[in-house]
């Protein structure tokens, strides 16, 4: 039988001029498979989080450029781009925290602007052709890039080790192996006895229906807690590391993940465990200062309330606090693993030397 992990969480479908995702609200009551053709359905599919975690949401906004611009009728180069600028634009205003959004949408651009200044004329069918082109590669890229985190992540991991963490950071999130889910993908395939706990993630249960989901189909020693339960779990000796992703890290390594991560850490500090984010690149955006200038996405009131209850667990009227994340001090912080290596502090030189700024012209 097809587990979940055969399933691709984000792939192009260009004969139907269509992106194709699991829908990742019905998991893991269901696995369902839905095409997305217009801007307003790719633009809901992320808002909604039927596709979802920072990696998995670029690559889906590559893909939903390139369909939304194969069939341009631009007459020129400068019609092309007003086009090409309004549809990112309007794809880029679906979720504000995770920075992969507009780092796929820019590059999409970037290369056109580079293919066309080559060119040195308008060829609308070429340039077409270059973003489907394009926006594949950033798909191949996150295999890539989280099977390198995999490889970093997992020397700093023993065999025996229990290991907890927090929301989706695994398949679903990426196109491939996760990113915090990496090392632990990587310690199973060498034979490592883990074990993975996770944290439920209230309130969407990304942990729960998503995480959980994953790593008990492939056959992990997987425990699921709720979200108030690590503490106990870390004070008990059962933890040996913590390994969580990242929407954004700003350039002084603060570090913007799903809500609750924050308190994961500060705890963690406190018995001495090691707190890893897992983070491709694309999620260090270098013109964000630091985590306080990171935009964090305040969602619906009913998350909270009623979402996943068979009645409402609140009462009417109640005023609701629900931020989607939250930035992590980078003091808690004991390395963030990239597809480089593994970044220390200080971070704002580590960061630095990575010369992201140079790599991304
Ligand atoms: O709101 P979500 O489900 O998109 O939040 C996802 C996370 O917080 C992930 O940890 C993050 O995007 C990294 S995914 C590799």
Partial sequence: MKSILDYETVSLIDEDDALEIIDQTKLPG????IRLHTGEEIWKAIYLLQVRGAPAIGVTAGFGLYVLMK?????????????????????????????????????????????????????????ITEMRDESER????????????????????KDGDGILTHCNAGQLATCKYG?????????????????????ET????????????????AGIDTTLLCDNMSASLMKSGAINAIFVGCDRVAANGDAANKIGT????TVAKRYGIPFYVCAPTSTIDINTKVGDDINIEQRKAEEVTEMWYKERMAPEGVKVYNPAFDVTDNELI????????????????????????????
């Fill in 334 to 361: 004991t390395g963030i693993v990239t597809e480089y290596g593994v970044l220390r502090a200080p971070y704002t030189e580590s960061i630095a030397a990575l010369n992201l700024g140079a790599k991304r012209k």
């Fill in 30 to 33: 269901s696995i369902e498979i």
């Fill in 71 to 127: 069939h341009s009728k631009a007459e020129s180069y400068e019609e092309f781009m007003k086009e090409l600028k309004e549809k990112s634009d309007y794809l880029n205003s679906s979720r504000p925290t995770a920075v992969n959004l507009s780092w796929a949408l820019k590059r999409m651009e970037a290369h056109v602007e580079k293919i066309h200044a080559e060119a040195g004329k308008f060829d609308r069918d070429a340039l």
């Fill in 179 to 199: 990113t915090a889910t990496a090392p632990m993908y990587l310690a199973h395939e060498k034979g490592m006895n883990i074990k993975v706990y996770c944290d």
């Fill in 202 to 217: 209230r309130p969407l249960l990304q942990g729960a229906r998503l995480t959980a989901f994953e790593l008990h189909s």
């Fill in 262 to 265: 924050s308190v994961v850490a």
């Fill in 138 to 157: 950033i798909k191949a890229e996150d295999i890539e890039v989280c099977r390198r985190i995999g490889e970093y992540g997992l020397s700093l991991i």
